[in-house]
């Protein structure tokens, strides 16, 4: 059973993700906090179970970022659709990785298999991005008010998922493709 119970922990985030879309568009945010917070243990928890009881599978390996995109993409929708973050930014996110994914599925129609490494640069953008979301729902819950970091945290996560892309497009399609440390989240 252990060895199963990271890709449930994974399989529970991805169900979590409309609950939590709809206690936002009724602008329950104190609520979505809560989910949001929860999803996100569940991802330190099911990486931390798979790599220390030794259970990691390939559909964990699929699965989880999979979960952390439906994550971060579903709620950057509501809260642009709410007006609590900026279409462009979206946009940017989107785009970003829809590269990534075009990006991989050359490299692996090209070379026979392509590992799935997330870079540093991806590692940053994707934690900036949960904190950003972290943030803008506590200040809508009404808990802590600083205008100020979400202006600074959205033009940040704009830079990072930026720089990333053009890093990811820098890798794949002019230094020449880098297996050790190339697609990712």
């Given at each position: 059973?252990?060895?199963k119970l990271?890709?449930?922990?994974t399989l ?5 993700v409309?609950?939590?879309?709809l ?9 979505a906090?809560?989910?949001f ?15 220390k009881?030794n ?6 390996s ?9 994550l971060?993409v579903?709620?950057?929708?509501v809260?642009v ?9 979206l ?14 599925l050359?490299l ?23 904190i950003l ?16 970091l979400?202006?600074f945290?959205?033009v ?10 053009i890093h ?16 990712g989240?």
């Amino acid at each position: 059973m252990l060895t199963k119970l990271p890709n449930l922990l994974t399989l529970l985030r991805i169900g979590a993700v409309p609950v939590l879309i709809l206690f936002l568009r009724e602008r329950e945010y104190a609520v979505a906090v809560a989910i949001f917070v929860g999803a996100g243990i569940t991802d330190g928890l099911d990486g931390w179970i798979a790599k220390k009881f030794n259970c990691v599978t390939r559909l964990g390996s699929i699965l989880d970022p999979i979960a952390d995109k439906v994550l971060i993409v579903s709620t950057y929708v509501v809260l642009v659709l709410l007006g609590d973050l900026p279409f462009w930014l979206l946009l940017l996110i989107v785009f970003r990785d829809l590269g990534i994914i075009g990006g991989y599925l050359i490299l692996d129609t090209l070379h026979d298999s392509v590992p799935l490494h997330p870079s540093f640069l991806s590692k940053v953008n994707t934690f900036l991005q949960i904190i950003l979301v972290a943030v803008v729902l506590i200040d809508r819950a009404g808990w802590v008010h600083l205008p100020w970091l979400n202006e600074f945290l959205i033009v940040l996560v704009g830079l990072t998922t930026l720089i990333s892309g053009i890093h990811y497009g820098y890798l794949w399609f002019i230094r020449g493709v880098d297996f050790d440390d190339t697609v990712g989240s």
